[in-house]
C-alpha cells in the first residue's frame, strides 16, 4: 500500500504563488516518477509536471515558465512551486507516483486562484 498526502493548497491572488508539497509512504520499492496532475470543475485530469528519477521532466504548456517541479528522493517527496499564478490554474491538484507500472494518486488539494 502506498499514501501520497499533499499539501499547500489554498486561495491566493492572481500573480501569487504557492508550493504544493507531496510526501509518500508505505510500501513502495521502485519509484519511476513523481509529478502532480490537476482538475478543473467540468474538465478532465491533465497533466500539470512530472519528474523521473531518471531526471527527465515534462511540463506541460500551461506551466512552462512558470512552476517548477523538483523531488527530495531520500524523502519520496516532491514539490510544484508555482508563480504567476492565474485564474485558469484553479483546479484540484493530485499528486502522482509511478511505481513499477502502477499509478498512485494523492487524495487532491484545491488551489484557487482569484482576486
Known amino acids: 500500500q502506498v499514501h501520497l498526502v499533499e499539501s499547500g493548497g489554498g486561495l491566493v491572488q492572481p500573480g501569487g504563488s504557492l508550493r504544493l508539497s507531496c510526501a509518500a509512504s508505505?510500501?513502495?520499492?521502485?519509484?519511476?516518477?513523481m509529478g502532480w496532475y490537476r482538475q478543473a470543475p467540468g474538465k478532465e485530469r491533465e497533466l500539470v509536471a512530472t519528474?523521473?528519477?531518471?531526471?527527465?521532466?515534462i511540463y506541460a504548456d500551461s506551466a512552462k515558465g512558470r512552476f517548477t517541479i523538483s523531488r527530495d528522493s531520500a524523502k519520496n517527496t516532491v514539490y510544484l512551486q508555482m508563480n504567476s499564478l492565474k485564474p485558469e490554474d484553479t483546479a484540484v491538484y493530485y499528486c502522482n507516483l509511478n511505481s513499477m507500472g502502477h499509478m498512485y494518486w494523492g487524495q487532491g488539494t484545491q488551489v484557487t486562484v482569484s482576486s
Open positions: 508505505g510500501s513502495i520499492f521502485s519509484i519511476n516518477a
Open positions: 519528474k523521473t528519477t531518471g531526471g527527465m521532466t
